[in-house]
């Protein structure tokens, strides 16, 4: 393994998302937002396809997001830890509904505020920055009730209020800012990625794209209003990275493999570049799709495009035009991927590829020349303690080493890359699953998919391990 030096100013860090972590889901103010309303269990995967039952939890069921891992009150003790390995920085994401409850109030919500002061203070106490995502799969669900969430217009000055009212307050705090989570999630889960509903005989593809619209105009209007407001941070756009490779050499393949891509980065293609790309406008034309835009909007879009391209990166993805293979699908993956017999699977069936993270780097890198943000990595995996209280999470260990030493090479492959920030340092809440069971951490949490446990926090082996690649700037990633 290289022992490649990482840039002194690197960014290392975790990441985690406010709904994983809180809890507190009603407290100090909150309002109750599209991700309170996803249940652990059988009914979650319709209702994050926006096939939801009821706009208020149902009788019986378990929500995670509720309680989830308690951040809110054990934060300090859980910063502590992370600051013990050394973390630069900790990307979270503020709940739009603790500062605006029904997203509507003409004054925001105090508590709310206060919460987040306090959370930023206490890392940046500690020397880390805190990278903050304005979005993470949160609409307030009044929202949804009133508008139908992001298919309205209305969602749009509604979002910029919010994003320059925390722009505002923490302006002399937090200096990375990150507009939607993984944008392109809108296509897939579209109540997770913008609180979509749908009834029987809608269109769609319609209904997502014209979202998509108005979450594009309102993260450009969140850029500008960052870039005004806090004029020494940077604010990015967050994809849910991960390159098809085409299944075969047949330029069929290789064809389709090229039009999966552009699904995402349509997206990044609009934030980045200023306007939407030629094949979009094909796109549109060729399945009848209408998308009301407004006259100034194309400026908004050309004038306000992100610093950086922040990426999530699990997997890559692989295709195949041929109907016999498209029957060996993976399983778990929300982007729908052909198995890939070179690759091993995690035990959500998750394609394990560190050089395909090299692979996705250099082709953002290439296409949009802006510096990126590794935002999310890691593995998925079933921690067991053992009766001394250890948990051995050697498979961890492997993942993330094999990742980041591809992630070396990509910058010495001259991808600029501003940090690396694991995603769920701290086991939490599986956004997909709504499983306690599926964990990331280098700290278990004594939870269970029920809810029940002491909610304890435990160093695995993964703990010391990071330490040392963080004290290492990247450089010593041997597994002791
Ligand atoms: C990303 C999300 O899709 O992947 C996170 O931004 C999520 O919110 C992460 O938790 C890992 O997915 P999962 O389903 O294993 O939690």
């Not at 029987?200 to 619209?213: L, P, T």
């Not at 796109?283 to 950086?308: R, S």
């Not at 953002?364 to 250890?390: C, I, S, W």
Request: glycine share 8%.
């Amino acid at each position: 393994m290289s022992n490649f030096v990482f840039p002194e100013n690197f960014l290392w860090g975790g990441a985690l998302a406010a709904n994983q972590v809180e809890g507190a889901y009603l407290e100090d103010g909150k309002g109750l937002s599209v991700v309170d309303l996803m249940p652990a269990g059988e009914k979650r995967r319709d209702i994050m396809k926006g096939y939801v039952p009821s706009l208020t939890p149902l009788e019986g069921e378990f929500y995670p997001s509720h309680g989830a891992i308690d951040f809110y009150h054990r934060y300090k003790e859980d910063i502590a830890l992370f600051a013990e390995m050394g973390f630069k920085a900790l990307r979270v994401s503020i709940a739009w509904a603790r500062i605006y409850p029904t997203g509507e109030e003409a004054a925001p919500n105090e508590a709310g505020l206060k919460f987040y002061d306090d959370l930023f203070d206490e890392l940046l106490k500690h020397g880390i920055q805190p990278v903050v995502t304005l979005a993470h799969f949160d609409v307030p669900v009044s929202l949804v009730e009133k508008y139908g969430s992001w298919r309205s217009r209305e969602l749009v000055p509604l979002f910029e209020k919010y994003a320059r009212t925390v722009l505002e307050r923490y302006k002399n705090k937090v200096k990375y800012w990150m507009t939607f989570n993984e944008i392109n999630m809108l296509l897939h889960l579209p109540f997770v990625g913008a609180g979509l509903t749908f009834q029987e005989g809608d269109n769609v593809k319609q209904i997502q794209y014209q979202a998509a619209h108005h979450q594009l105009v309102a993260s450009a209007l969140a850029v500008k209003a960052c870039h005004e407001l806090i004029p020494d941070a940077i604010i990015g756009c967050m994809l849910a990275a991960g390159s098809f490779y085409p299944y075969t050499c047949n330029p069929e393949d290789v064809f389709q493999g090229m039009e999966k891509d552009r699904e995402s980065y349509f997206f990044i293609d609009v934030q980045s570049r200023g306007e939407y790309p030629g094949y979009a406008k094909r796109f549109f034309k060729d399945h009848g799709l209408n998308i009301a835009m407004e006259p100034g909007d194309a400026d908004i879009l050309k004038n306000n495009t992100v610093d950086y391209i922040g990426f999530s990166y699990y997997s890559s993805r692989t295709t195949s035009t041929d109907p016999e293979v498209v029957k060996k699908m993976t399983s778990g993956n929300v982007f729908g991927s052909v198995s890939n017999p070179y690759l091993a699977k995690s035990e959500w069936g998750w394609t394990i590829d560190p050089k395909g993270f090299r692979i996705t780097a250099n082709q953002l890198h290439d296409r949009y020349q802006k510096p990126l943000f590794v935002v999310e990595n890691g593995l998925g995996a079933v921690d067991t303690v053992t009766p001394d209280g250890e948990v051995d999470d050697s498979y961890r260990i492997d993942y993330l080493q094999r990742h980041i030493a591809e992630m070396g090479e990509a910058i010495q492959d001259g991808v600029e890359i501003i940090g690396y920030t694991s995603w769920g340092p701290i086991d939490i809440v599986s956004a997909s699953s709504g499983e306690m069971k599926k964990r990331y951490g280098y700290i278990y949490v004594d939870r269970d998919n029920e809810g029940q446990g002491t909610l304890k926090r435990i160093k695995k082996k993964s703990f010391d391990w990071y330490k040392q690649v963080i004290a290492s700037r990247g450089a010593d990633l041997e597994q002791k």
